[in-house]
């Protein structure tokens, strides 16, 4: 199966800092996801990156969120300002196609 | 909000094929059933994805009914790894949205 690494696997931070995920996809897919997970509730869609560009994004993905891929390699979520309500695992998914998605192991995130 | 609906629990025992169920009475043409599921923390797994036609790969066989409005995965010797849960997905061209799943308790 194809992998996705995602750095760090875990991270504390204080709310109102700036935190920035990675994800580092493999292979060469186009299409590329953000998804979370708050502890004991659904995967919820973050945001889709596709031809570096944002394809879709969800309500939740507001002001405080943005992606990029700057280096045409990582692919990162950065959160600007935390807030407490942001701690959650959140799993960097990539496709060929955009149903078939193979996701990271994750990143839990820990607001304080 | 996901446009399935799932049983919220089962259980298999060990070696013994395992068969979820999954209803989608709204699905539209042009979507696909998709199945992934979860163990423990992990990240979501890929299993298995279906238009109209029956399906099987290494993992599962996927079961569409004629007038596609439910499914059911099956795994035909279940071990205690395939504990987890599982959701089943419509989806076009679109993001997925995960519902609550079954969580497939294998026993031994």
């Known amino acids: 199966e194809p992998e996705v690494t995602q750095t760090p696997s875990h991270q504390v931070t204080q709310m109102g800092q700036e935190v920035i995920l990675r994800c580092v996809p493999i292979s060469n897919h186009l299409y590329f996801y953000w998804y979370r997970q708050i502890l004991g509730q659904k995967v919820e869609f973050l945001v889709s990156f596709y031809n570096n560009e944002i394809s879709e994004k969800s309500e939740i993905f507001d002001d405080q969120f943005s992606v990029e891929r700057p280096d045409g390699s990582n692919f990162t979520l950065k959160i600007r300002s935390t807030k407490l309500e942001d701690s959650a695992m959140y799993f960097c998914a990539r496709a060929i196609t955009s149903g078939t998605q193979y996701f990271g192991p994750g990143t839990r995130l820990t607001v304080l | 909000d996901a446009k399935t609906t799932q049983p919220p629990s089962m259980d298999c025992a060990e070696g013994r094929a395992a068969n979820l169920p999954c209803n989608h009475s709204?699905?539209?043409?042009?979507?696909?059933v998709y199945w992934y599921r979860q163990i423990h923390s992990q990240g979501p797994q890929y299993i298995i994805h279906g238009l109209k036609n029956n399906e099987t790969n290494e993992m599962a066989s996927l079961i569409i009914t004629e007038d596609r409005k439910s499914s059911t995965l099956i795994l035909p010797h279940a071990t205690l790894r395939d504990t987890a849960v599982y959701y089943c997905i419509v989806a076009g061209n679109t993001p997925l949205v995960f519902g609550k799943g079954t969580r497939l308790s294998v026993i031994a």
């Open positions: 709204t699905i539209s043409g042009n979507e696909y």
